[in-house]
């Protein structure tokens, strides 16, 4: 079955220090993997997606298919990176969403 | 890109009563969905909307509780049916843009339900 994993409901960290969101996946197929942010009392926006193979705001991701992983990374971080980050998996284009980890990053 | 509209953003209903929830995008999409968010929660999928056709539910979601209409490519409703408080959610609008390139895939600022 189809699934995303985030491990970490809360992730914190100081201003200046790396940031690893964690997004392990299950898909019998060829995945689409996305991160989305919802910063506090907006909407849910795409962050980035890994066929574009961009750095979006700092932030990029690879995908690992061995690991079937698909981690955030920001070498370092923002308070204004302080958000709820979602992983997502497009199956056939609806998503199927991870739980999401919340990021805060302390001054 | 598509901007997506949501009404009602927050209400607050009473056990047993029914509410409709609106999307309205600004532009023609292949494809719209309706998901919740329940408090501490991540999203799940409710159903899709299909233009001119039924709903598809996904599992653990039917019809009577949750119809779905969706009369043209720009405009959508969901009914949240003989609402308990289990049903106090956010509920999310998304659309796939079928003009971009790509399946970007955008969401409404949600509506906030609280059943009391």
């Known amino acids: 079955a189809q699934r995303v994993t985030q491990p970490e409901k809360l992730l914190s960290v100081f201003k200046g220090a790396p940031v690893e969101l964690k997004c392990n996946y299950s898909?019998?197929?060829?995945?689409?993997l996305f991160w989305y942010v919802q910063y506090s009392r907006q909407r849910l926006q795409l962050l980035l997606r890994?066929?574009s193979r961009e750095s979006i705001k700092g932030f990029t991701a690879d995908l690992n298919k061995g690991e079937t992983s698909f981690h955030l990374k920001k070498p370092f971080a923002q308070e204004e990176d302080s958000a709820m980050y979602y992983c997502a998996l497009s199956d056939t284009d609806k998503l199927i969403f991870g739980t999401g980890t919340r990021l805060q990053v302390f001054p | 890109s598509a901007v997506i509209s949501q009404k009602p953003s927050r209400d607050i209903c009473q056990r047993g009563t029914s509410l409709t929830i609106q999307c309205q995008v600004d532009s023609q999409v292949t494809m719209m969905f309706w998901y919740r968010q329940q408090p501490g929660q991540s999203l799940t999928l409710i159903a899709t909307?299909?233009?001119?056709?039924?709903?598809?539910?996904e599992s653990g979601f039917v019809i009577d509780k949750f119809p779905i209409s969706r009369p043209n490519l720009t405009f959508s409703t969901l009914t949240v049916s003989n609402m308990s408080p289990e049903d106090s959610s956010i509920y999310l609008c998304?659309?796939?843009?079928?003009?971009?390139?790509?399946?970007?895939?955008?969401f409404g600022e949600g509506s906030w339900l609280t059943v009391v």
């Open positions: 898909y019998s197929g060829s995945p689409e």
């Open positions: 890994h066929i």
């Open positions: 909307a299909n233009q001119g056709s039924e709903a598809t539910y």
């Open positions: 998304s659309a796939v843009d079928s003009l971009s390139s790509g399946n970007t895939i955008y």
